[in-house]
């Protein structure tokens, strides 16, 4: 009776197990039908740390991305450089699953070429960082675009706009609200059928405003910029999503900072 007993508790074990692999497959499937995104803000106290940091995203860590297979990486400048929180370096990496994301470490660690390239950066002394900080924001693509999309402009890097955004909300109930906007809402759509050309939305999974939203249009240059967003305000759709009841208060406070792609850059 009791080998009977352990017969059938193997049994449910082995059932169990069946199931959780079929439903963490099935997850992993589900989620590599959208991207991740990471944003690393490298802040920076003076131009002997921004020469450095550029010097090693230039000739070391973007190589290496493609090397692993990441052909897209965008990084970033200050239209206007910040005078008072100091230099900024935005370096935008997408990625087809968290799993992804994950193996990078490794990859860089055993890769002899980002390792030689990027020694002075790697093996800076503690005297002597080549950066203050840097953070670390991780999101989630929102379903109505799913992958990013790259566009390419025939200005020169220093005169385009690229204008990221992030809408932070009061809850995360409201949070939800506002990304349900952007899809099942429609405004995502705006933003496309008005040629906005957005890089990527993201819900934010990891990050020091939450809970926030993100997202990032790309221009040709600022006179685009102020047409898209002035036509943006008139556009009828808006006119009428704005005011809807549910999704009033759904943003407590937007951040948008106004970049520009280094001559390096990949977006």
């Known amino acids: 009776m009791k080998k009977h007993y352990l017969d059938i508790f193997s049994m449910g074990n082995l059932i169990g197990l069946i199931i959780l692999v079929f439903t963490l497959n099935s997850c992993a499937e589900t989620n590599s039908e959208r991207d991740y995104y990471q944003i690393k803000v490298y802040h920076l106290k003076d131009k002997v740390q921004v020469d450095q940091v550029e010097s090693y995203l230039r000739d070391a860590y973007l190589p290496a991305l493609h090397r692993a297979g990441i052909s897209k990486v965008g990084v970033f400048k200050l239209v206007e450089p910040d005078t008072i929180t100091g230099h900024k370096i935005f370096v935008w990496t997408p990625f087809k699953s968290l799993l992804e994301l994950n193996e990078i470490p490794r990859i860089l660690k055993n890769d002899e070429q980002f390792q030689s390239g990027g020694s002075d950066y790697i093996n800076a002394p503690h005297d002597a960082p080549p950066y203050d900080r840097i953070e670390s924001i991780l999101l989630y693509a929102f379903s109505e675009m799913p992958n990013y999309a790259a566009f390419k402009y025939d200005t020169p890097h220093d005169m385009r706009v690229y204008e990221l955004r992030s809408y932070q909300a009061a809850t995360e109930k409201l949070l939800d609200l506002k990304v349900e906007m952007f899809n099942e ?52 759709d808006w006119q009428v999503l704005k005011k809807m009841d549910k999704y009033q208060n759904t943003v407590s406070k937007i951040e948008k900072f106004l970049l520009y792609p280094t001559n390096y850059s990949d977006i």
């Open 185 to 236: 809402g429609g405004e995502v759509k705006i933003f496309q059928e008005l040629g906005f050309n957005p890089l990527f939305f993201g819900k934010v999974i990891s990050g020091n405003t939450m809970p926030n939203l993100m997202y990032m249009s790309t221009f040709a240059d600022k006179d685009s910029q102020a047409d898209h967003w002035e036509a943006f305000g008139m556009h009828p």
